[in-house]
T-cell receptor
Framework: SAVISQKPSRDICQRGTSLTIQCQVD?????MFWYRQQPGQSLTLIAT?????????ESGFVIDKFPISRPNLTFSTLTVSNMSPEDSSIYLC????????????FGSGTRLTVV | RKEVEQDPGPFNVPEGATVAFNCTYS??????FFWYRQDCRKEPKLLMS???SGNEDGRFTAQLNRASQYISLLIRDSKLSDSATYLC????????????FGTGTRLQVFP
């Protein structure tokens, strides 16, 4: 299955600043997914990133707050903009292992703390 | 009603015990189903897919009941290393490739 390298693994940021998280996949994938996992909660999908088109955002998430880039089939970035303490969370990228419901693999996550 | 519901636990069981987790989902159009394992401060990792006919992988057995819209995971002969949070995940593939995660069931296996 695909191997994802995600960085940074953690960061502590000042409120009002922005952080860009990167995910590099060792194979070409059509879709990449960005999730958020708030403390003590499960994962929530932020957006789906397709190469060559605008990302598709889920309800409650907007492009101005979470801009996404997908310049090629192996790489994507998620930016958390104008951060507030409520953005403190773990952010994970994910790709499908293979088509047909064989599961998805995740990056190791970025643990973000906003102070 | 949540789209995917799980008992958060924790389930505290001794080594060697058999433990079962259930999960219910609300959307009958859900197409594929998974159990993921998440260790503390780690990313989720796929434990097994769940098929209509049921499937087994060593000590782990997963079953799907589409009529009742629930999924189960059975762990036999629990090991200390099984201690983790088990996430029930469903995917609707028809219109959108989107995973819906349950909040997870925490398992603690003690000596």
């Amino acid at each position: 299955s695909a191997v994802i390298s995600q960085k940074p693994s953690r960061d502590i940021c000042q409120r009002g600043t922005s952080l860009t998280i990167q995910c590099q996949v060792d194979s070409q994938v059509t879709m990449m997914f960005w999730y958020r996992q708030q403390p003590g909660q499960s994962l929530t999908l932020i957006a789906t990133a397709n190469q060559g088109s605008e990302a598709t955002y889920e309800s409650g998430f907007v492009i101005d707050k979470f801009p996404i880039s997908r310049p090629n089939l192996t790489f994507s970035t998620l930016t958390v903009s104008n951060m507030s303490p409520e953005d403190s969370s773990i952010y994970l990228c994910s790709v499908e292992v293979s088509r047909g419901g064989y599961g998805y693999t995740f990056g190791s996550g970025t643990r973000l703390t906003v102070v | 009603r949540k789209e995917v519901e799980q008992d958060p636990g924790p389930f505290n069981v001794p080594e060697g015990a058999t433990v079962a987790f259930n999960c219910t989902y609300s959307n009958s159009a859900s197409q594929s189903f998974f159990w993921y394992r998440q260790d503390c401060r780690k990313e989720p990792k796929l434990l097994m897919s769940v098929y209509s006919s049921g499937n087994e992988d060593g000590r782990f057995t997963a079953q799907l009941n589409r009529a009742s819209q629930y999924i189960s995971l059975l762990i036999r002969d629990s090991k200390l290393s099984d201690s983790a949070t088990y996430l029930c995940v469903v995917n609707m593939i028809i219109n959108t490739d989107k995973l819906i995660f349950g909040t997870g069931t925490r398992l603690q296996v003690f000596p």
